[in-house]
């Protein structure tokens, strides 16, 4: 299922850049690891990566020659995903920091964090449907040209999970 999910996912790259991109909500409030960072240097990390996301989404943009009504569109539905996000986002965070804690704990309780994991898989899960679902919708906005040019950039693109060791297979 896992292996399904990254193929649908790695063969709409353009599209999943321009849902990436639009879907990062900006204000971090806790790190890929768990550990939390302060409100100010959130909102510097924020503010950056906002500026970062709109060029992205300004360059995708262009190279696809979206309208602005198809801009609007593409906003608008990425908008109504990070709000479902959201939540599922912050579970993740809070999951990760008591597996943190539970990991180091003495003694070990080896159901508490198998019961953890086991929900955060439910959670990816309710995420990687909810990307799929807003970039199927970012797809319907445009044209069959657009489409066809999104794939032929998803072709040019490099493969980002490959410097994982992940071959995509």
Do not use: W
Not at 128 to 156: G, H
């Amino acid at each position: 299922m896992k292996t399904g999910i990254r193929i649908m996912s790695m063969t709409a790259v353009m599209i999943a850049g321009i849902a990436a991109v639009a879907l990062a909500d900006g204000s971090p409030v806790a790190t890929s690891n768990g550990t939390d960072v302060s409100a100010s240097a959130a909102q510097q990390h924020g503010a950056k990566f906002k500026q970062i996301r709109e060029k992205k989404m300004a360059e995708r943009a262009a190279a696809l020659g979206l309208t602005e009504a198809q801009q609007s569109q593409i906003k608008a539905i990425t908008a109504a995903a990070r709000q479902v996000n959201a939540p599922l986002r912050q579970k993740l965070a809070a999951d990760r920091k008591q597996i943190k804690a539970l990991s180091s704990a003495a003694p070990f309780d080896e159901s508490a964090v198998r019961s953890l994991i086991a929900g955060d898989e439910s959670v990816r899960t309710d995420l990687a449907v909810s990307r799929i679902k807003a970039r199927n919708q970012i797809q319907a906005v445009l044209t069959p040209e657009q489409q066809a040019k999104a794939k032929e950039l998803r072709q040019l693109a490099p493969n980002r999970h490959h410097k994982l060791g992940n071959s995509g297979l």
